[in-house]
């Protein structure tokens, strides 16, 4: 399942790098939700042109196609961080202590693994790319700037899941059921007390103004 989660923070040098590396991640992401906001732009321009004027954009679906890189990779690490992407958590989610954190440790080792083999695939994808100077088949647009997106974003993955075997590194060293710079998953209660506490702030808010 996917989750909601807290990432607790203090004084360490650990949660600095996570705090740094964490505004790099929420550039990045923003960088993908302004493509997605253009690609809005971009879809209604051709429906329009070609509703009103018969003159769709050329190459739509190249645009498209190579934009497709940014907005699905650049929030990748952003996402790991808030402990947002899918997991199965029925058996994770029943430990506790030193046992939870050395399980959460093992997994993101082998996130990290699979990751390093990602990048190296994805640079070379992008590296053959480069040199043949492939393109988009309508308007001869280079593919090689958004394949390059992938290892860049996978590249910074693989520093958020160092930073992230550190933090439970140090968890079982220290024990204790709040570590740092790691994502404390909230259970579906914890969820919805809080959801429900926004609820009622907004509506609070409204009823004051």
Not at 2 to 16: C, G, H, N, Y
Request: proline share 3%.
């Amino acid at each position: 399942m996917s989750a909601t989660s807290t990432v607790l923070e203090d004084s360490s040098k650990l949660s600095w790098a996570d705090q740094m590396l964490f505004r790099f991640e929420s550039v990045l992401t923003l960088i993908g939700g302004v493509v997605i906001f253009l690609l809005v732009f971009l879809a209604s321009a051709n429906v329009l042109g070609r509703w009103i004027f018969e003159l769709p954009i050329d190459g739509y679906v190249d645009w498209v196609e190579q934009a497709m890189a940014f907005f699905a990779f650049l929030g990748i690490a952003y996402t790991q961080r808030m402990g947002g992407h899918i997991r199965m958590d029925m058996l994770i989610g029943q430990l506790k202590g030193r046992l939870l954190w050395f399980s959460e440790f093992v997994s993101v080792l082998l996130m990290f693994l699979v990751t390093l083999v990602l990048i190296y695939g994805s640079y070379m994808h992008f590296y053959r790319a480069f040199q043949i100077g492939d393109s988009s088949l309508d308007i001869d647009l280079p593919t090689w700037p958004a394949k390059l997106v992938v290892p860049v974003a996978l590249g910074i993955l693989a520093l958020r899941l160092l930073l992230q075997m550190w933090g439970y590194i140090r968890a079982i060293k220290l024990g204790g059921d709040e570590p740092i710079a790691v994502p404390l998953i909230e259970n579906a209660a914890t969820v919805a007390a809080k959801e429900a506490e926004a609820v009622m702030g907004s509506v609070a808010e409204e009823e004051a103004s």
